[in-house]
């Protein structure tokens, strides 16, 4: 049962590296009406954007071969209209305010979340992106 209209077809792009994490926002995002691509980490993020442009990308920041960090620069960094995508950081890391502030992120979700705060936080970034 979406109760977000707005969200229907926008594309989320879910970078964790816990693959329970992936699965859970996975099958939450697309019982909303999402589209999304799950990826393990910022290197495999990066891969996928270059075929699936996603409105909005949840982004863990502990990870291993490229953390949230890195893929973040690196994304900002581009040059090919993905460096505007926003950011909602999935994270346990500490002074979580601080990183998004440092990363220009749309919003945060401390770990461990709760779906109800969750959806409706992406559902918003997603409808404005």
């Known amino acids: 049962m979406a109760i977000y209209g707005a969200v229907a077809g926008k594309r989320v792009l879910v970078?964790?590296?816990?693959?329970?994490?992936?699965?859970?926002?996975?099958?939450?995002l697309e019982d909303e009406g999402f589209e999304v691509v799950p990826a393990g980490n910022g290197?495999?993020?990066?891969?996928?954007?270059?075929?699936?442009?996603?409105?909005?990308?949840?982004?863990?920041l502990m990870m291993p071969v490229m953390d949230g960090w890195q893929f973040a620069n690196e994304l900002r960094a581009?040059?090919?209209?993905?460096?505007d995508i926003p950011l909602?950081?999935?994270?346990?890391?500490?002074?979580?305010?601080?990183?998004?502030?440092?990363?220009?992120?749309?919003?945060?979700?401390?770990k461990p979340f709760d779906l109800s705060e969750l959806l409706p936080k992406i559902a918003r970034?997603?409808?404005a992106a």
């Open 125 to 127: 970034v997603a409808s």
């Open 78 to 83: 581009r040059d090919e209209g993905d460096e």
């Open 43 to 60: 290197q495999e993020a990066l891969a996928i954007i270059k075929t699936f442009r996603p409105d909005v990308i949840v982004l863990d």
């Open 88 to 110: 909602v950081l999935l994270s346990a890391a500490r002074d979580l305010k601080t990183h998004a502030k440092a990363l220009a992120a749309a919003d945060i979700i401390e």
């Open 15 to 28: 970078v964790d590296d816990d693959p329970d994490i992936r699965e859970l926002l996975f099958t939450a």
